[in-house]
């Protein structure tokens, strides 16, 4: 596998890791799933359902959505090392920040260039003139 397709193949799992992430937030904040027991509340309504049927769907869903959130783990561990050599072998340190943010964290031009003072459009350039580089390579 070439070098673009591993930093591509890494950031779809980063991406899709966080979108299971904020399925499962949604799930026990806006649902009004079981919650977990933080304490005794001592005024207002109690949390969660009082309902044993919404209550076992809501705890199938939570465990089918870790269980997707740990295979898609799973998958990215196979991709580490090589993305790790991958970003070790950059040598310009804005150039490997920006790539790492990009692809590892899953970070968008424009946040990247919040982050490092830089403009998006700049952000851009010098992601895909690294893009350039290593598709070039043999």
């Known amino acids: ?3 673009r397709e591993i930093l591509e193949q890494y950031r779809d799992i980063v991406l899709e890791i ?17 919650k977990p027991i933080r304490g005794m509340q001592l005024t207002g309504m109690p949390r969660g359902t009082n309902d044993p049927e919404a209550a076992a769907l809501q705890t199938i869903e ?16 196979m991709y580490l090392d090589e993305f790790c050599r991958i970003i070790e072998s950059i040598s310009i340190r804005r150039t490997r920040n920006i790539i790492r943010d990009y692809y590892a964290s899953g970070m968008t031009d424009e946040a ?6 830089l403009s998006a459009s700049r952000v851009n ?14």
């Open 125 to 138: 350039q010098i992601r895909l003139d690294y893009l350039k580089e290593i598709d070039n390579e043999k």
């Open 62 to 77: 939570d465990e089918n959505i870790i269980h997707d959130i740990h295979m898609k783990m799973q998958e990215l561990n």
């Open 112 to 117: 990247i260039a919040a982050d490092q003072g």
């Open 18 to 34: 966080k979108s299971l992430e904020r399925q499962a937030e949604f799930l026990t904040r806006d649902i009004g799933g079981p």
């Open 1 to 3: 596998m070439r070098k």
